[in-house]
């Protein structure tokens, strides 16, 4: 099995920046596609952004130009930069990957961290 653990969300003021951080571990033969995806209260989760294997990624268009995703293959890490938050990025924040477990892939989640962007 493995697992996704985030870090890093909390309270910032309109303008400010947070970083997540996601870690994957286990027994982890290997990772294709790390993303972060983000549910508001009364909505659904959507997609902020993905990094793919190969090193391309996508992002969402409501967070591009002030978001960025990268990610740290040697540690399985997976990092999300936020500048210019907005009131809008509130959101509960979830790290999806797909992993390698043995001989079988399997699409894992974290438990979720809160970003609030308040002033």
């Known amino acids: 099995q493995a697992q996704l653990v985030e870090s890093g969300g909390g309270l910032v003021q309109p303008g400010g920046s947070l970083k997540l951080s996601c870690a994957a571990s286990?027994?982890?033969?290997?990772?294709?596609?790390m993303g972060w995806y983000r549910q508001a209260p009364g909505k659904q989760r959507e997609l902020v952004a993905i990094s793919y294997s190969g090193g391309s990624t996508n992002y969402a268009d409501s967070v591009k130009g002030r978001f960025t995703i990268s990610r740290d293959n040697a540690k399985n890490w997976v990092y999300l930069q936020m500048n210019s938050l907005k009131p809008e990025d509130t959101a509960v924040y979830y790290c999806n990957a797909n992993i390698r477990v043995g001989e079988r892939w399997n699409e894992y989640w974290g438990q979720g961290t809160q970003v609030t962007v308040s002033s």
């Open positions: 286990g027994s982890i033969a290997s990772i294709g596609r």
